[in-house]
């Protein structure tokens, strides 16, 4: 059998700005880093003459073109495997639609796996790409490039999209110490709302791409926003950085109406008030999960536990997408 594993992520600057409809234009930068939460693929032969298929739900196909799951499908064409006597199954640490990068971490892996079952060597960088293919253009789906990439990237790393599309990728310039103190002060909480993140990147995607001077703006904000929280962390002021992602959380939400509730805003009001210096939803917004920038944890999370929110510890991933 084989066991692939691929991280999930958080985004420390410039998400939004990795769709195409924006890099296209003006070129995007992210800043991602990749944690100790995964997507696990297995792969193996049986002796049956049908493919079975195990995620959220079960497929027994006879043919690729017979399979629902899009991803999976497009996958296998991709790579050459026709099956059928084949069994695929997929696991998360941590539901979709929680906007940490589920759906780029899921198609890495897959594909790392398929690779290792005809095998083959395939790099961080051609993974990801080949990942971005399927899901942006063979699928049209409205997502960005940061999600395939710092999957199979791993670490705490930029990346620098030009506008052809080609991703510049290097490692954060932090000490290890820096890295170290800027995991543990991050405080990752649930808000309970799940969604696709489908809906609100269209909405994103649309107007980028009808030239909405309003959405262009705002992007431009955050990408610069992107390179100032990049300069704090590799300067070693995190207290700054964390003052950037509260700046940042208010241009986002500026984006679409579907941003945040208020719920999510009444928590968020909560966490500034009891030591966050900063914070934001991570992903496409709407849900998922509310991340803080703190120097007094103690406090943040008593308070957050007060509201009935459950944390999920963050730690960095240094590995990126891999066969176990």
């Not at 420390?12 to 997507?39: E, N, R, W």
């Not at 792969?43 to 017979?66: C, F, N």
């Not at 198609?107 to 960088?125: A, E, G, N, Q």
Request: net charge neutral; glycine share 10%; with cysteine.
């Amino acid at each position: 059998m084989i066991i692939g594993r691929s991280p999930l992520r958080i985004t420390l600057g410039g998400g939004g700005t990795d769709l195409p409809s924006y890099y296209g234009d003006h070129g995007g930068l992210v800043v991602s880093a990749a944690i100790a939460q995964y997507v696990h693929v297995t792969m193996h032969r049986t002796p049956l003459s049908e493919m079975l298929l195990r995620y959220s739900q079960i497929e027994r196909v006879k043919e690729v073109d017979a399979i629902r799951h899009p991803i999976i499908r497009e996958a296998l064409k991709l790579t050459g495997i026709v099956g059928p006597n084949i069994e695929i199954t997929s696991m998360a640490d941590i539901p979709a639609g929680t906007g940490l990068g589920s759906s780029g971490s899921f198609t890495t892996c897959l594909l790392k796996v398929l690779h290792k079952f005809k095998r083959h060597f395939i790099h961080p960088r051609e993974l990801a790409e080949m990942a971005c293919h399927i899901e942006i253009d063979l699928l049209r789906e409205p997502v960005g490039k940061q999600d395939q990439y710092i999957a199979a990237y791993g670490g705490a790393t930029v990346f620098e999209i030009a506008r052809d599309g080609v991703v510049t990728a290097r490692p954060v310039a932090a000490s290890e110490d820096v890295l170290d103190t800027l995991e543990d002060n991050l405080v990752m909480v649930s808000t309970g709302f799940y969604r696709a993140a489908g809906q609100v990147l269209k909405e994103q995607d649309d107007q980028s791409r009808q030239k909405n001077q309003q959405m262009i703006d705002n992007l431009h904000t955050v990408k610069e926003l992107g390179y100032r929280s990049l300069e704090a962390i590799e300067s070693g002021n995190l207290a700054q950085f964390g003052k950037l992602m509260h700046e940042h959380w208010q241009h986002k939400k500026k984006r679409s109406a579907l941003m945040s509730n208020p719920e999510i805003d009444r928590w968020y009001t909560l966490a500034m008030a009891n030591g966050a210096i900063g914070g934001k939803l991570i992903g496409a917004g709407g849900g998922g999960f509310l991340m803080f920038y703190t120097e007094e944890k103690a406090r943040l999370r008593k308070a957050l536990r007060g509201e009935g929110l459950m944390e999920v510890k963050l730690a960095f991933d240094y590995e990126g997408t891999k066969i176990l």
